[in-house]
Nanobody, 119 residues
Framework: QVQLVESGGGLVQPGGSLRLSCAAS????????MSWYRQAPGKERELVAL????????NYADSVKGRFTISRDNAKNTVYLQMSSLKPEDTAVYYC????????????WGQGTQVTVSS
């Protein structure tokens, strides 16, 4: 059974930090590109950060560059998102995604974790 379980969300003050984790099971984690997406109320889901299978390529949304860091531990089947200098506009539900393109493209989603940045 495929599972992506996010954790680490919560309420934080502006300027604060949080570390999200996504624990994967039921598939070959090291073969999948891993991403973090977020969706704020009334907005479309957007890509926040992506890391390829061995971590050789990392991409960030312009809005989080220099503040967020994505990493992965293939031995622990876990991907992380370290978030610093948080802003109220970072408030959203954050989702973990696992994507593979070959031999057949498909992906998996986690259930999401709420991040609220507010004083």
């Amino acid at each position: 059974q495929v599972q992506l379980v996010e954790s680490g969300g919560g309420l934080v003050q502006p300027g604060g930090s949080l570390r999200l984790s996504c624990a994967a099971s039921g598939f070959t984690f090291s073969s999948y590109d891993m991403s973090w997406y977020r969706q704020a109320p009334g907005k479309e889901r957007e890509l926040v950060a992506l890391i390829t299978t061995a971590g050789s390529r990392i991409n960030y949304a312009d809005s989080v560059k220099g503040r967020f860091t994505i990493s992965r531990d293939n031995a622990k089947n876990t991907v992380y998102l370290q978030m610093s200098s948080l802003k109220p506009e970072d408030t959203a539900v954050y989702y973990c995604n696992a994507l593979i393109r070959w031999p057949k493209m498909h992906d998996y989603w986690g259930q999401g974790t709420q991040v609220t940045v507010s004083s």
